[in-house]
């Protein structure tokens, strides 16, 4: 972020901050995630619920640990990355479990 600053470019995090747009996303992923449980549980017929919901949950918990702990530690630039790394985890496992939901 230093970099966009420095050179005057204008992203959401220098807008509006790294913290509001931190939030905002990961708000913006755990609805889907809320989207994704509520789906299997009301559609058994076309959702293993049994893996997706618990898979979601844990996905959900996952994301809101280490948003507090990026929180805690005030953005900096390693709880950023390490953040950022989470969210590619996160990805990733959705591309382990799509075989099976």
Known sequence: MEGDI???IRTF???YGPRKVAFFFTGILLVN???S???AICMPQ???AYIMAPAHT???LWLLTEAKKLDKANYTKEASANFFQLLWK???L???LFPFI
């Open 33 to 35: 995630y809320i989207g």
């Open 46 to 48: 076309a959702f293993k």
């Open 94 to 96: 959705e591309f382990l």
């Open 13 to 15: 995090p220098t807008i």
């Open 37 to 39: 449980m509520v789906i």
């Open 6 to 8: 420095k050179h005057n």
């Open 58 to 60: 844990i996905c959900s």
């Open 90 to 92: 996160l990805l990733g």
